[in-house]
T-cell receptor, first 112, second 113 residues
Framework: GQQVMQIPQYQHVQEGEDFTTYCNSS?????IQWYKQRPGGHPVFLIQ?????EVKKQKRLTFQFGEAKKNSSLHITATQTTDVGTYFC????????????FGKGTKLSVKP | NAGVTQTPKFRVLKTGQSMTLLCAQD?????MYWYRQDPGMGLRLIHY???????AKGEVPDGYNVSRLKKQNFLLGLESAAPSQTSVYFC????????????FGQGTRLTVV
C-alpha cells in the first residue's frame, strides 16, 4: 500500500536557525498536505500542494512539491519558539477514493 | 463554530470491555476519518467514510468497527478492548475530493488496562 516517509523524526534548533523537513511517497500523489500539531493539541492544516514543481510561501514557511509528485519539503526560515510542534505531511494517493495517509512527522523543538 | 467534536475526551477501559467513540461535524463534510496516534508512529488511518452509509478500511482496521448512519456522525467501536489499543484517537472530516483540507477534532485519550 501507499507509504509516506518523513525525515528527520526530530530536529532541535536554536532560535533563529532554519529548519527543513522532507516527505517522500512510494507512489505518485495527486496532492500533498502539510499539518502542524502543537504539543497536546490536534493537527491543524497549513497548506496543500497540487501541481508538479509547485512552491508556496506562508511568511517564513516555504513548501515545495517535487516534479514527479512523489516528494515534498517544508522549510522554515529563522525559527521562532512559536514554531515548536510536530509537522506532518499527508498524501492523497492518485488512485484512491480518499485514503489520506500521514507521514510519521518531524518534531521540532526550538531553544530560545 | 463547533467544527469537529469528539466524545469522550478521556476514557479508561478494562481489557475486554467495549466502547464507542463519537465524532460529530457540523460543516456538512462528505469525508470523515478515524486515526490513532501513538508515539513515534504518527497518525495511522483506521477507517474512513466518503459519504453517508459508506465506510472503508484504512491502514490499521483490525479490532475496530465504524458506522456512518448520518452524514454528520462517524462512530468508532471497539468490541473487545486490548492494551494495544491504548492510544490517542483523532477524528477528522473534509469536503472530500482532491483539494480538501481535513479538520480534526480535539482527540480522545483512551487507556486500556
Amino acid at each position: 500500500g501507499q507509504q509516506v516517509m518523513q525525515i528527520p523524526q526530530y530536529q532541535h534548533v536554536q532560535e533563529g536557525e532554519d529548519f527543513t523537513t522532507y516527505c517522500n511517497s512510494s507512489t505518485t500523489l495527486s496532492n500533498i498536505q502539510w499539518y502542524k500539531q502543537r504539543p497536546g493539541g490536534h493537527p491543524v492544516f497549513l497548506i496543500q500542494l497540487v501541481k508538479s514543481g509547485e512552491v508556496k510561501k506562508q511568511k517564513r514557511l516555504t513548501f515545495q512539491f517535487g516534479e514527479a509528485k512523489k516528494n515534498s519539503s517544508l522549510h522554515i526560515t529563522a525559527t521562532q519558539t512559536t514554531d515548536v510542534g510536530t509537522y506532518f505531511c499527508a498524501g492523497l494517493d492518485g488512485g484512491s477514493q480518499g485514503n489520506l495517509i500521514f507521514g510519521k512527522g518531524t518534531k521540532l523543538s526550538v531553544k530560545p | 463554530n463547533a467544527g469537529v467534536t469528539q466524545t469522550p475526551k478521556f476514557r479508561v477501559l478494562k481489557t475486554g470491555q467495549s466502547m464507542t467513540l463519537l465524532c460529530a461535524q457540523d460543516m456538512n463534510h462528505e469525508y470523515m476519518y478515524w486515526y490513532r496516534q501513538d508515539p513515534g508512529m504518527g497518525l495511522r488511518l483506521i477507517h474512513y467514510s466518503v459519504g453517508e452509509g459508506t465506510t472503508a478500511k484504512g491502514e490499521v482496521p483490525d479490532g475496530y468497527n465504524v458506522s456512518r448512519l448520518k452524514k454528520q456522525n462517524f462512530l468508532l467501536g471497539l468490541e473487545s478492548a486490548a492494551p494495544s489499543q491504548t492510544s490517542v484517537y483523532f477524528c477528522a472530516s473534509s469536503f472530500g475530493g482532491r483539494t480538501a483540507e481535513a479538520f480534526f477534532g480535539q482527540g480522545t485519550r483512551l487507556t486500556v488496562v
